[in-house]
Every structure is written in C-alpha cells, then in structure tokens.
C-alpha cells in the first residue's frame, strides 16, 4: 500500500512539475466508480437494491491496452462482495492539428459478485461493449467528450435464471492547468429473471425490471490562499500557497423493486437516490514571494501579488505600476504562465554545446535571456497571439483591451461560441469594437471574464493598464478553477 | 603585398562594419519590428554625377535617369549623357556586364593585365584596362561568342593598313625621347592595342547584335519554329543574321525591344545610348537578383524626423506590397570622428531629386544593394483598381483566384503573399473563401492586397444563437408567473417567465409552484438579446438545507476547507436540541461567512476559536457544507411569532412586541432555503433568534413559517378542499351539494372549515383521483364520469359495482380537493382529487372533528401504508394559530388521497415522496382507531 501511495505521490509531483496538457483525467474504473489513494467506491443495482461496495482498483494504462483490475470490493452490511478483472484495447487517431478521437473495445471481462448467497457471474461472451472518444485540445485547455454502449448478461447461481443490465455512458470534460474535471452519466436498464429452488412448493420465479442512473465526477481542483505569517518580525508577510487536490463525486437515483431477504418481490417500488463523495489528500506548493514596494494598499492588491507570485507578473524590480500599461510581452507571459503553457528548451542540447551556441529564438526581439521568451515563443506557436512584421513580437508595445480579450478567448478556445452574423455586444461604444475583436468581447462578456457591465464604454482601443490586465487574468483563473466547473459537475449532477 | 583594391575593399568592408555597430547601438530595433535599411552612402554624389543636361526633351529621360542612378550608365561627358548618339559595342557590353553584377570582377580583370606605364608616358588609361576586363567577362559568360569576337575583331588589310599608318603617326611624338627598343616596342603596342579597340568594339552596335547578347545575358533561349510569333510582321527580318534571329525572337517576347516601325525591325541599325538605357532598365529588372539587389515597394506610410548624437535623420516608414514594412534612415550618421552622409536618388514625375522629395502616401520603388543600403527610389503613380463580382474557382496552392465580375467578365488573379483576406469584416485566409461568394478584390500592380468577401445576412439571424444556449445562473430572489429575478454573479437581475418558458427539474417537466425563493436556477434563452426564457431548470433538492447548527468553532482548516464544530445544537421547531455527534466536520466552499454585517474569510475564522456560531448547513454529495455562517454575538434570545412591524430602509422588524434589526449576515431561511431578507414580510410567521449584543438586538437566524400550502401560488393557482355532497354528475362535471339540511357545504379556508353557499360546479377529467375511503378503493375515473355507458361487468370488485350500479354515490358526503387557476377573471375550478366518505355524514350542526396539521415527511412505510410525520404542528382553531406538536405522527394514508406537486398518486407511489417535503394533512377524529387522514397534499 505504501509503495502504492508513493506511486499516486509520484504522479501528483509529475502533473504539478510538468503540467501536460495531453493528461487527460480518467475515472477510474469505466463503470462509475470514484476512488482516492487509499479506496475505490462503486454503487451496483443488479440485485435488486443499491449497493455501495468499497475496495481497491489498479489501472495499468499501456496506451494500446488498458487493463483494470478490482479488488476485495465489498459491502459488508449487504453481505456482499465483487471481483473484476478487465481488458481494454485503445485505437487512437489525430487529425494532426488539434482533435484526437479513441475508439475502445473490451477485450477481456471477468465479473463475479456474491450478494447474500447468490452468486452472479459474467465475462465477455456476455457483454458486448464499446466506447468512443474525442479530445479537442486548444491552446489553454483540452475539452472531450465520448460515449459508451454496453449490454452485460450475469447468470445467476450458474443456473437459476440471468439478470441483463443494458448501459449507456456518456463522458464530458475538460483539462486545464486550474483543473479537470471528467463527468460520466451512466443509464442502467435491469431486467432480472430468477427461479429460486425452493424445497417446499418446487420453485418461485421471480422477475423484475429496474433503471438505475450513476453520474460521476471526477475533479481536480487548484487552489491558491493567502497564507499570512503571525510572527510581524519576518523578512516577508506571508506568501501564496498553491493546494491541489481530487474530488470524486457519485450521484445515483434508481428506481428499483422492493426485494424482500429470500429474494421475492414485495408490492410497491423502491426510488430514491443519493451520493457519496472521496477526496484526496490535497497536495500543497509554496510559491515565491514578489517584494513589491507601490502596490500595498491597492485595491488590486491581493490579486497583483498572487499573479506576482505565480511568476505570471515579472517586475523586474520592486516597482510594479498599477496604472501604467501592460506590454505585450508581460501579457504574454502572463498568460503563458497562468495557463501552463511554456516552451522547453531541449536540456540535452543545451548541456552537450555549453554556451556554444545561442539557443535559436523565433523572435529578433525577444532574446533568449529575456526571462518572457519561453512563454512569449509558447503563445505565439499557440496561436494566441500573433507576431508583429517579420520575426517580430514586440514585447515592449503596449496591449489594447481588445486584443488582451480576443488573445484570452483563443486561449481557452471558445471564439467559436459567439453569435452568428451582426449583433450588439452592448457596449455604449459598440459601433468602435472592431469585427475581429466581437466575438471575444461578447463572450469575455458573458462568461464575467470582464469587469463591469454592459451598460459601460469598452473602449477596445485603448492601452490595457497593468491593473486591468490583472483583474482580467484574476477573473480568467477563478472562471477555469469555479464557473467552468459548475457547467460541467452542478449542472449534470443537480439539475 | 595587398593590392591597393583589397586594401581599398578592406577598408570599404571596415567602413561598413563601422557603420553597423552605430546603427545597432542607435536600437531602431527597439522602435520597431521592421527591417531598416540606410540611404546610401554618398548618394548625394551620386545623385550630382548623373543630372543631365540634354536629356530634358527626350522621350526616354526617365529610363535615362534609371540606368544611370542603378550605375548602369554614366555620363558621356560632363554632365552630358548624349542619348541621341550611337551605343559602342563595348558601351553595349559594359552596360550588360553591370546589370550582371560582375562589374567588380570586369574592372579587376582588366587591372590584372594592364601593362606598366613606361616612364609616366600614359597611353592606355584605366577606361582602356577595365574595358578589357568587360570584354573578357563577356566573354567568359556567353554572352558574346568567339565566333561573334572574331568576326568584330577580325579586320580588313585596308583597315590594317590605315592602323598602322596610325600608329606610327603617333609613334612621332615619341622620337625624340631617349626610349629603349623594348620601351618604344611596347609604347608602339599599346597604341595599336588601343587603335585596335577603338576600330573593332568601339564601334556602333548593331540591333540584332544587342538583341543577342541581351539574350544571352538573361539566358533566353532562342525561340523556334511554331514559337516565332512576333519576327514575322517585319519585312526585313531577311537581313537579321540567321544564328541570331531565335534570340532577337525572345527579346521582342521579353517586350525589352520592338520594331523600329510596325513592319521594320532594322537589324542593321545602330542603337542609341538612349534606347540602350531604355533595354537596360528592361533587363536589369530580371537580372536583379544576379546582380545582388532587392526590389521592393509600397506606401510611404510616415516619414519621421529623428535626432540621434546630435545629427538629423529621416525615417521613411513603407508599407511594402507584400504587407511587410520596412524602415529607410537617410541623413548623417556618426561613428566617432567619422561622419558620413546617407541619402540615395529618387525619381518622381519624372523629376530627379534626392530622398526628400519624397511625401507620405507616396508609392515608391526602391533597390537596395548588399550592404542594406538603398541605391535609388522611383515614385510611381501606381494604378489601384478594384474588381467586384463572384468567386469561381480559388486555388490555394498557387494562390490564385478566377472571378466574374458584374459584366460576366472573368479575371484571373494572383494574390500578393501577404493580402488581406477577410468575410464580413472578420480576418480569415483564401482557403476560407467560397465558390460563389460576392467579394471586392482590391489590386495593385495587378496584384491582389486586399479581398473583401460578403456572406449573405439574413436579418433574421442577426446575433443567431443555437437555442438555450445562452445561460444565466444565479439563486431566484423573487419569482412571480411572469417575472423571475436571480442575483447574478451579485447583481440582481430580471427575466421574463412567458408561456412558453419550459420548467425543468432533473429532466422532469416541474410546475412553476415549485420553484421557491432561494433555489438556485439556470436559465436559458434562445436569443442573445431576449429576456424572455426558454427553459427554466431548477437545482434539485442537493442545496436544500439540512439543517440549522449552533455550536463553536473548534478548528478550521483552510486549505481542505473545512470547519469543525463542538458543543454542536441543532435548531427544531423553535427549539435548540443537542446533536448527537460531539463534533461536525463541516466543509466551507462557499463565501457566506458573516461576522455581524461583514462578510469574513474562512482564514479570519481561524482567529474565532470558541465563538459560537450559527451555521446553514447543506448537503453536498453526502458530505454537510455550510450555506451560510453568521458568528453569534452576545446572548440570545427566540422568538416566535407573526411580523407586526417591518422596514426595509431602516432594516429592522418588529416579532413579539420586540425590535430587531436583521442584516446580511442574518440567516433567513423558508422552505428549507435561504433566502434574502427582503423576503420577510409582514404577517408572515416566524421563528427569530436574536442576540443582544452593545443594547442592540439583531435577528441573527430567522425561519419563516411555511403556511402557505392552500395559499395562492405564483402560477396564479391555488388548491381548495371542499367538504360536501355529491350532489349531481354528468359530462366531465360534479355539483357540490349541501351537506345537510341545516350545512351548507364547506370549504377549508385559513385553515377552518368555513359554510359556504351557493350552487358550484366543478369539472371532473379523466386524471381526476376517486376514492372510496370506506372500501378504500380507487375508482377508475371513466366509471365515474358518466355511468350510463359502462358495462358495470368490468368492475371486478362486486361491492363497488354495486355502487356504481346503484348510483350510490349521489347525495353521499367527499372530500373535494380542487385547483382553482385564474384566467383573465374567470376562475376554472377543476377537482384533482375526490375522496367519497359514504358513511361520515354529518347531519347537523358545525364540524369541528376535523382539523388540519402540516409537518414534513419521515419515514414511509410501504407495506403499512403509513407516513411518519416530523416537525408536525397542529392547527389550532380557537387561537386561529399553528402550534407545534413535540412529537413526530404515524399517519395511516388507507382513508387518504395523496397528492404530490398537485398529481394524484396511489399507495403503491407513497416511494415518490421524498423525506423533508411539506404536507399539509386534513384529518379527522375517530375515537376508535384513532387520526384517520383523508386528504393529503404533499409539495417537494
């Protein structure tokens, strides 16, 4: 247990370390199941009643071949234990550019539950299944979606009658560097056919149909809090704490027969429902602390320095200019940092040829010393923003409003959402937001990426202030870390 | 030992280097984005050596000016380029050679072979020398042949005869200097060399022999055969020599000559100096990249003074046709001592001039040469047209595009590499264009730089969402059958409920009643303008409340987010009762944390360790949540009773004769939801904590009383029991009859059974719920309706068909549970359900057996048919008051009809109610079984 605890450890370092976007999230366990380091928790209905089983699951991803394997599942009050062992094979396809489709098969399936006495079993003769995928991975973030198509046949006690549960999945979700989350609904339709022997009147059939709906989400949240140092004799006041961590939600209603302890079906139905929730062990990392000497007091005051300790702001010394405009190489920057998006030097090269030769840059104005290259190199070959002449970006050029709104919606790849044709975004100064900068606007709009409400001038021309780019790129992180989240976890789950 | 040349190059690669580090050091770079190239140095000088004064009146004054500023050309004499003369061939040869770019290696050949001068006489000057040189290159590159060489050289004995004459003539001059033999022998071939040049390459070109070596500079190859197209209008094209007739051919193609006259081409002739400059400027344009220049041009967007160690300088900003830019920097620049000016000739009108007479929006041709620098400018009047009509076929990987124009006139044009390409005002690229779109091309140079294409709009879509997918989400402060108002992300906000608005919760179709202040709603809307709603769908029962806790904060953790409680209270009916756990972990998402009136953070709390506090606790996923916390300060007092006094401005309220003043933080819950505190009301029942804290008393939890379940509904419905007799039934009708001689029928109102009079009738439907009470059976509502055309055999129950059969049920007593829904002033009363009591009949005198409870669902008990109610309270009919029951109630539900959300159900449905939902019980007293329920209305 130990060594597997290391292992999940291990992992959490890498995501946090490296953050890749090609990390997609996976419930574990592709029949809604959620689990923590130490547990896996399932809800099964085959018997008639909802049973939480709790154990341990191992998943080992080959890339071709996934397998899965369930242990010790069980639920001691219902008398009740399940042993799994499955097998997925993985076909991946790209288009080359940013779409990824899977089509999984199962190729192997052993499934046995022993619920107070009564043995169910079932493998792959029995379960016809197949899943498909699609990933959509845009600069900021990667958005998928898939679904998935099952029909299981488990003998009962070998031979006293079978119970069909017919499937069907849906997943949704996304991942980015504030989070991920992966919602699952999973219909269930039971069909349940038994003969009990009986050595009183030779035998009873029983026979019911059931529906059982399991929606699971699972979500990895980021975090950041302000941490104030009690001692005031300190060199610093407090700094930034980033914490990441799980959440694994399942919700399930059913409506099921009422089943009595021999196993005959008693008048009325039995429908409810209810959830159950596992988290992880949150993951804590300090970040650095900015010394930043004309911002205390500032109403922006929090923010800058969270941004500041992100490393997403880089003043160069300890004055930081709230009011002065943000250049297009800090907005870069910024952006590059707070969606995890950096170019990597390849390290083997650079060791080999120390100082050799200069590490060739895209840009004849950003060299490589300038401490915004990797994230100003990373943005541009993004597609967020756009270089200016030939080989040029100029760092130092001031960004207008619109642009730092049209380079954000790219980012998190939603330019696509906005209205068709002519429409208003309702700015006062609608008419002087220009056509490129619409679509960004109004959906900047909309998802409260933006300040203030309609009813104000945008005035999308204008140099953005250092103090609006924060406020901006603040409200960027809580929409990826909050509102993104209650779209894809409250709104399935609870509506 | 350096040549003096590479010394002289040296110096020139010194010089320029030099002047690089300046420029760097100057950071235009940091200004801006754009190559930036300098005047050329000395380009004034150059500038003076080539005015003219006797070309103003030619026809090729422009082309002349051209090739001399390229330094193709040079002056004939001072300040004379005498176009009208004729060109020599080695005039011919040379200018080619400087096209090629090989003047350098022309002029150091010719140096190579250049014979000492003996004793200062002077003889062959450097003109003489790098004239060989030119001579040799050409012949080097093919561009004269040996046999052509041959033949020019090749002289008559005659002209060796007057040669020699000549020669010896001059020859004279030299006697009488005391001249070794071998000096003299060298001198005397040194003249003839010259002699020799002047009479064979000095001499007039012909036509077909420039045609020639042009096309040999530029590499043509002769044309043949079916390719003759253009030597044939001219009559004497007999006279051309045959070996150069395939080449004079690709010259006329190359458009570089023409004829002398239309049916002339005159291969005999000689050429002009002019005509020459007029070729070259031809054929320098396809030499330019041997050559080593760059041609570019564009708009002269800007041109900037700039002061730089104390020198002006100009930048010329230029918007080339590629859209790239670049920057020109004339004026002096400053390295150390050095100071050097830059500036290059310009050609505008016709006109030469130096760099300023350049102006913005100028469309200038420039050059420039290895070193960056820029040799010559031509101001163009560059023609810009624009074509409009329809795509028909777009080519991405050639870039090019056919289109018709408005006059079916088809157009096949080729994009600049860098246009601008757009579709309805929006950037996009010319793979996103379309057969058949309408679009405006934009040409220069014949060129596209600009392509506007036009979807067609429908008006209709203007601003053309997919439906319901724009979202709002936000908790509903006040909802009403046409007007929901959600607090949106801190604003209040105000939408439209039409009758269309679909209601949804957890895919199921919900009424209006259902959604409560306080749920958490999404709405969606099918147009981006519209306030009207499309779907309405409300947050299941996850955010109800689970309950209210008293208790002291033990410990926070901020990072897991999540608050311990100790010495925990749960609030019931008015009460606070000591919860079963020691301690409650609770987690704290949500920013509803209050300190009196102002919102604390979770990390604040950390340094309230022991304080009390009230907490709203949600279930969240089976783990409680906190909806909303407010720190207890002071004692605290409750309270329970009817608002008789409230300001909203002033925020405070009068319960029980006591002032209290309540604020954000102030907890107010209805319907196991929080909701804001505008939401108290006058009237209203409610349940206040209050603490006494400085002399001030503020409402720290307020629960308001649920009472409202017979009451008006915000859909304009509300549901009314009736206590009558089955006076008559017919069609899809049921008339409410007295109940007894001396009792009029009844109706449940403000809780009490109220005699009323009057005929009424109520419709019946096919959903309409009948039950007999007294065979606790249901009777199919088709059997009611109308018994006329019933075969009484399909009723299986015997005692129920008899009934039936005997119309038994007229005149009996029911229970008449009816929804009454307003619509613009009339009032349709349907009955939901109809509970017929066969044998309690009352006769006489008023009822006061039966009384009304509510109380919210607990346990259910399928097999017993009993329902568990907790938090009962009883209605009290002499204080006209509910009063709380301290205990939970079993009720048997065998007498009941049940309604849920206003459907009827039936007891093998009593798993539909979920445990918390209100119910509003109609009971009656029976002395021998005790409480039997008949009505039964159940809202979750």
């Known amino acids: 247990m130990k060594k597997r605890t290391t292992q999940i450890l291990l992992m959490f370092l890498l995501i946090l370390s490296f953050i890749t976007q090609s990390y997609a999230l996976e419930i574990p366990g592709y029949e809604g ?22 154990g341990t699951v191992t998943i080992r991803d080959h890339g071709d071949r996934i397998t899965y394997t369930y242990r010790k599942l069980a639920n001691p009050k219902m008398n009740t234990t399940l042993t799994r062992n499955v097998t997925l094979t993985r076909e991946t396809t790209t288009d080359g550019k940013d779409q990824k ?54 003998t009962i006690n070998k031979n006293q009658g079978t119970v069909n549960v017919e499937s069907q999945g849906t997943v949704v979700g996304y991942d980015h560097n504030w989070g991920a989350t992966n919602t699952q609904s999973i219909v269930h339709f039971i069909e349940y056919n038994r003969r009990i022997n009986n050595a009183d009147n030779g035998g009873e059939d029983v026979s019911w149909e059931g529906t059982a709906e399991v929606n699971v989400v699972h979500n990895r949240t980021k975090d950041y809090h302000y941490e104030a140092n009690t001692p005031t004799q300190i060199s610093f006041r407090g700094g930034y704490l980033i914490t990441e961590k799980e959440e694994n939600i399942v919700k399930y209603s059913y409506d099921l027969p009422r089943v009595a302890e021999d196993g005959s079906v008693l008048r009325g139905r039995n429908s409810s429902s209810s959830s159950f929730t596992l988290d992880t062990n949150p993951i804590n990392k300090r970040l650095s602390i900015p010394t930043l000497t004309d911002i205390s007091g500032h109403a922006a005051e929090k923010d800058i320095l969270l941004l500041a300790s992100l490393e997403a702001l880089y003043p160069s010394g300890s004055n930081f200019g709230p009011s002065l405009p943000m250049s297009r190489g800090e907005f870069a920057r910024a952006l590059g940092v707070i969606l995890g998006i950096e170019k990597q030097q390849e390290e083997t090269t650079r060791r080999r040829t120390i100082q050799a030769q200069e590490p060739s840059t895209l840009f004849v104005d950003v060299p490589a010393v300038d401490p915004n290259q990797p994230y100003i190199e990373a943005v541009f070959e993004k597609g967020i923003m756009k270089g200016i002449g030939q080989d040029h970006f100029m760092p130092n050029q001031s960004i207008t409003k619109a642009e730092a709104v049209v380079a954000i919606i790219k980012a998190i790849g939603f330019e696509n959402l906005a209205p068709i044709q002519q429409y208003s975004t309702g700015y006062r100064d609608d008419p002087s937001i220009p056509l490129w900068a619409r679509d960004a606007i109004y959906l900047a709009t909309e998802l409260e990426l933006l300040e203030g409400n309609t009813n104000d001038y945008f005035q999308p021309n204008r140099a953005l202030t250092k103090t609006e780019a924060v406020d901006m790129l603040t409200r960027l992180i809580n929409y990826l870390q909050k509102d993104i989240r209650y779209d894809y976890r409250e709104r399935i789950l609870n509506y | 030992m350096l040549s003096p040349y590479k010394k002289i190059s040296i110096v020139l690669i010194t010089i320029i280097l030099l002047q690089l580090i300046p420029y760097q050091a100057f950071g235009l770079e940091a200004l801006t984005p754009h190559p930036t190239y300098n005047g050329l140095e000395n380009g004034e000088k150059l500038y003076q050596n080539i005015q003219f004064n006797d070309i103003e009146n030619h026809w090729g004054k422009t082309a002349i000016q051209e090739a001399a500023a390229l330094s193709l050309m040079t002056a004939a004499a001072n300040q004379q380029f005498q176009p009208n003369n004729s060109l020599s061939r080695l005039e011919g040869l040379t200018t080619l ?13 010719g140096e190579q072979q250049a014979p000492a001068n003996q004793r200062n006489i002077v003889i062959l000057s450097t003109a003489d020398h790098w004239g060989k040189g030119y001579l040799q290159v050409a012949l080097q590159n093919g561009i004269v042949t040996p046999q052509e060489a041959n033949q020019i050289t090749n002289l008559t004995p005659q002209q060796i005869e007057n040669l020699q004459e000549q020669v010896d003539d001059r020859m004279t001059a030299y006697e009488d200097r005391d001249l070794t033999p071998a000096e003299l022998t060298n001198l005397q071939n040194q003249i003839r060399d010259q002699l020799e040049t002047r009479a064979t390459w000095g001499q007039p070109v012909s036509r077909q022999q420039m045609a020639a070596w042009m096309a040999r500079a530029l590499n043509l190859e002769g044309l043949y055969a079916n390719n003759m197209l253009k030597i044939n209008q001219f009559n004497d094209r007999t006279q051309i020599d045959t070996e150069k007739l395939p080449l004079v051919e690709a010259i006329l193609q190359k458009e570089i000559m023409s004829g002398t006259s239309d049916t002339n081409f005159s291969p005999r002739q000689s050429v002009t100096r002019g005509e020459m400059a007029r070729m070259i400027t031809k054929v320098q344009e396809e030499l330019l990249e041997t050559r080593g220049l760059i041609k570019k041009e564009g708009e002269i967007l800007s041109i900037e003074d700039l002061q730089h160690e104390g020198a002006g300088k100009k930048v010329f900003t230029i918007n080339n046709d590629d859209n790239s830019k670049n920057l020109i920097v004339t004026g002096i620049f400053k390295d150390g001592t050095r100071t050097s000016k830059h500036d290059f000739p310009v050609q505008k009108q016709g006109t030469l001039g130096l760099s300023n007479t350049l102006r913005k929006g100028d469309w200038i041709r420039y050059y420039i040469n290895q070193n960056n620098e820029v040799i010559y400018g031509a101001v163009d009047t560059q023609p810009m047209t624009e074509l409009e009509g329809f795509i028909e076929t777009i080519d991405t990987a050639n870039q090019q595009l056919i289109m018709t124009d408005f006059q079916n006139k088809r157009h096949i044009l080729q994009t600049q590499p860098a246009a601008k390409i757009q579709i309805n005002g929006k950037d996009t690229s010319l793979a996103d264009l379309l057969y058949g779109m309408e679009v405006a091309v934009t040409l220069k140079n014949n060129k596209i730089t600009d392509i506007q294409g036009y979807l067609e709009e429908d008006p209709d879509r203007h601003g053309y969402i997919p439906p319901g997918t724009r979202v709002k989400v936000g908790d509903v402060l006040f909802i009403s059958s046409d007007t929901v108002e959600i607090n949106h992300g801190g604003n209040r906000e105000r939408y439209k409920i039409t009758t269309n608005t679909r209601i949804l919760r957890s895919e199921r179709p919900a009424n209006l009643f259902e959604i409560k202040t306080g749920d958490r709603v999404m709405l969606f809307f099918d147009d981006i303008y519209s306030p009207d709603i499309a779907t309405i769908r409300v947050e299941d029962h996850e955010r109800h409340l689970d309950g209210i806790y008293r208790g002291q904060i033990e410990q926070i953790d901020q990072r897991n987010k999540e608050v311990i409680l100790k010495n925990v209270y749960t609030y019931q009916q008015g009460k606070w009762t000591k919860y079963s756990q020691d301690q409650v972990k609770l987690k704290a998402e949500g920013d509803l944390l209050y300190e009196g009136s102002t919102k604390v953070s979770l990390k604040d709390l950390s340094s309230r360790k022991d304080q009390e506090a009230y907490v709203a606790v949600e279930n969240s996923y089976g783990v409680p949540r906190i909806a909303k916390l407010l720190l207890k300060q002071g004692s605290s007092t409750l309270h329970q009773s009817t608002i008789s006094d409230i300001q909203y401005g002033t925020s405070r309220m009068v319960v029980d004769n006591v002032g209290f003043t309540f604020h954000e933080g102030t907890i107010v819950v209805q319907n196991n939801r929080l909701v804001d505190m505008l939401n108290l009301d006058l009237k209203q029942t409610v349940h206040v ?40 039934i017919y069609d899809y009708g049921i008339t409410l009859g007295r109940l007894g001689y001396r009792l009029d029928y009844l109706k449940l109102e403000d809780n009490q059974w109220t005699e009323t009079s009057g005929r009424r009738r109520l419709t019946l439907s096919e959903d ?7 065979l606790k059976k249901e009777i199919e509502s088709t059997y009611f309706i109308d018994t006329r055309f019933i075969d009484p055999e399909d009723i299986e129950d015997r005692e129920l068909r008899r009934r039936i059969e005997n119309n038994f049920y007229l005149g009996k007593g029911a229970y008449f549970v009816v929804r009454e829904t307003d619509m613009d002033g009339e009032t349709y009363e349907e009955v939901l359900a109809l509970n017929l009591t066969p044998k309690a009949i009352h006769e006489g005198g008023k009822l006061h057996i039966e009384h009304s409870a509510i109380g919210e669902i607990g346990d259910i008990n399928i097999d017993n048919e009993t329902i568990t109610l907790n938090n009962v309270k009883l209605w009290n009919s002499l204080n006209k008051r509910w009063e709380t029951s301290r205990t939970g109630e079993t009720i048997s539900t065998d007498r009941a009809v049940i309604l849920l959300n206003d459907t009827p159900i039936n007891k093998d449905e009593l798993h539909k109610l979920r445990s918390k939902a209100k119910a509003y019980v109609v009971k009656s007293k029976n002395v021998s079984t005790g409480d039997d329920a008949y009505v039964i209305i159940v809202e979750q």
């Open chain 1, 33 to 54: 199941g959620i689990q923590n380091q130490t547990t896996y928790k399932e809800v099964i209905f085959i018997t008639g009643e909802p049973i939480v089983l709790e």
């Open chain 2, 689 to 728: 904590v209050g603490d006494v804290a400085r002399g001030n008393r503020n409402a720290s939890f307020v629960s308001i009383e649920y009472t409202g379940m017979l009451e008006e509904r915000i859909d304009q419905t509300r549901l009314v029991i009736y206590r009558g007799t089955v006076a008559d």
């Open chain 2, 768 to 774: 309409t719920f009948i039950f007999d009470s007294e």
């Open chain 2, 97 to 109: 050679v400087k096209a090629m770019g090989l003047e350098e290696e022309a002029q150091r050949l």
């Open chain 1, 101 to 154: 489709q899977e089509v999984l098969t199962l190729d192997k399936y052993k499934e046995t539950i022993n619920a107070n006495g009564v043995r169910y079993e079932t493998d792959e003769e029995q379960y016809p299944w197949s899943k498909a995928m699609v990933f959509h991975e845009k600069p900021g973030a990667t958005y998928f979606a898939g679904n998935w198509d099952g029909r299981k046949t488990y």
